[in-house]
């Protein structure tokens, strides 16, 4: 069964750009999470969503959004890109929603540099 | 907001010895992730805990749930063991709140 697959893996943006990412997760996986993880701050929870809808969304502004077609893929969206955005961003797919007692299944990352 | 702590935030062993990660946090839970991250980005998940012990190997996690607090133990720890160790908790129905993650080398 393939992994989770996070597509670009690398991206250069420049200030005030905008970027999308995608991930498609576990075939069958229902339910998929974003993360941001930088060197300052670690990681930390974007969003989730299970079978179309956000399920509960971290403390970011919002510059980043996130939606989930019918066939489980996700995308996330950054606006107006800040040198802070710079990040590697990570999906994460399990069977369960949010809450459940499920593991989550990570992909690469996409690793976002924002000139 | 839960905090979530971990120590040591550096680690560095020799071949053989055996390791304990500890990880803490302030509120209660639902589930407690151990995580492991390789140079590089990849990231796997090693347990997923809501009470007692797991065994997988030579890893063993176990949670205390009233201390609120889990350890992550590496027995005959070897060089490809060397990575990042990401305590991540779950409250409800709250996204994951991570620790910082605890540095381990193992050195031959």
């Known amino acids: 069964k393939a992994g989770v697959t996070q597509t670009p893996r690398y991206l250069i943006k420049t200030r005030g750009q905008q970027v999308t990412l995608s991930c498609s997760p576990i075939?069958?996986?229902?339910?998929v999470s974003w993360y941001q993880q930088t060197p300052g701050q670690g990681l930390q929870f974007l969003f989730e969503y299970f079978s179309e809808t956000q399920r509960n969304k971290g403390n970011f502004p919002g510059r980043f959004s996130g939606r989930q077609f019918s066939n489980s893929r996700s995308e996330m969206n950054v606006s107006t890109l800040e040198l802070g955005d710079s990040a590697l961003y990570l999906c994460a797919s399990s069977l369960a929603p949010a809450g459940g007692s499920d593991t989550q299944y990570f992909g690469p990352g996409t690793r976002l540099t924002v000139l | 907001k839960n905090e979530v702590e971990q120590s040591p935030q550096n680690l560095t062993a020799q071949e053989g010895e055996f390791i304990t990660i500890n990880c803490s946090y302030s509120?209660?839970?639902?589930?407690l992730h151990w995580l492991q991250q390789h140079p590089g980005g990849g990231i796997v998940s090693l347990f997923m805990?809501?009470?007692g012990k797991k065994k997988h190997g030579r890893l063993i996690a176990t949670i205390n749930i009233q201390e609120k607090h889990s350890s992550l133990h590496i027995t005959a720890s070897h060089p490809r063991d060397s990575a990042v160790y990401i305590c991540a908790v779950r409250g409800g129905a709250d996204g994951l709140t991570f620790g910082k993650g605890t540095h381990l080398i193992i050195q031959p």
């Open positions: 075939s069958g996986h229902r339910s």
């Open positions: 509120v209660g839970i639902s589930a």
């Open positions: 805990l809501s009470s």
